[in-house]
């Protein structure tokens, strides 16, 4: 099983592209990456997953480089209520018999 | 739309007292449902998750129980409560794709126990 190591914490300002680190050097082959985003007493919420190379939505990015041993979570132009915790999920799915670890999780503060 | 509901959302209860939390998801069928404990500052870990009524797969070997008595309806439970179970509660649910899909959490219940 893939085991991820994140930043305890980061901080950034208002406007500023933030980007996230995630370290998964053990990935295996059917491994997907996965992010959620977690406010304070909340559950957390889904926000990008990808298999390799680069994928996009409208509220971030994920870059995966070639070996997959790594993820970069990209939030362009942040503002304060991107203040959260982060995780980097990386698991599979084999035969609905789910294989997912949750990283530590990386809290984000951002600062006007 | 589909919801998620969890209760109650916040509990205090006694050592050695015996525990229930029920977690139930609309407007969807057969989901995959799952069980999380995240302590005070900490990941989340997963406790049990399940793909079927009366399916039930356990994470971590512990004093807890979890049943699926409908296809909606997950539910989590122990014996007697300790003091390491202390802790804030999720549930989640989402849809076999084949590949691991966007999970959906509930509000959570906050569990403290004395």
């Known amino acids: 099983l893939a085991k991820t190591t994140q930043p305890i914490s980061m901080d950034s300002y208002e406007g500023q592209e933030v980007n996230i680190t995630c370290s998964h050097n053990?990935?295996?082959?059917?491994?997907?990456i996965t992010w959620y985003q977690q406010f304070p007493s909340q559950g957390p919420r889904f926000i990008i997953q990808?298999?390799?190379?680069?994928v996009t939505n409208e509220v971030a990015s994920l870059f995966i480089p070639a070996d997959r041993k790594s993820s970069t979570l990209s939030l362009p132009r942040v503002s304060l209520s991107d203040t959260a915790v982060y995780y980097c999920?990386?698991?599979?799915?084999?035969?609905?018999?789910?294989?997912?670890?949750w990283g530590a999780g990386t809290k984000l503060i951002i600062k006007p | 739309s589909q919801t998620i509901h969890q209760w109650p959302a916040t509990l205090v209860q006694p050592v050695g007292s015996p525990l229930s939390l029920e977690c139930t998801v609309e407007?969807?069928?057969?989901?995959?449902l799952y069980w999380y404990r995240q302590a005070a500052g900490r990941g989340l870990q997963l406790l049990f998750y399940?793909?079927?009524?009366?399916?039930i797969s356990s994470e971590v070997p512990q004093n807890l129980s979890a049943s699926r008595p409908q296809d909606r309806q997950f539910i989590l439970s122990s014996k007697k409560l300790l003091l390491s179970d202390s802790g804030f509660y999720l549930c989640?649910?989402?849809?076999?794709?084949?590949?691991?899909?966007?999970?959906?959490f509930g509000p959570g219940t906050r569990l403290t126990v004395l």
């Open positions: 999920l990386v698991g599979d799915s084999v035969d609905s018999n789910y294989q997912l670890i």
């Open positions: 989640a649910w989402s849809v076999w794709q084949g590949i691991p899909s966007e999970q959906f």
């Open positions: 399940s793909v079927g009524i009366g399916q």
């Open positions: 407007g969807t069928s057969n989901p995959n």
């Open positions: 053990n990935i295996a082959t059917n491994d997907y």
């Open positions: 990808g298999y390799k190379t680069k």
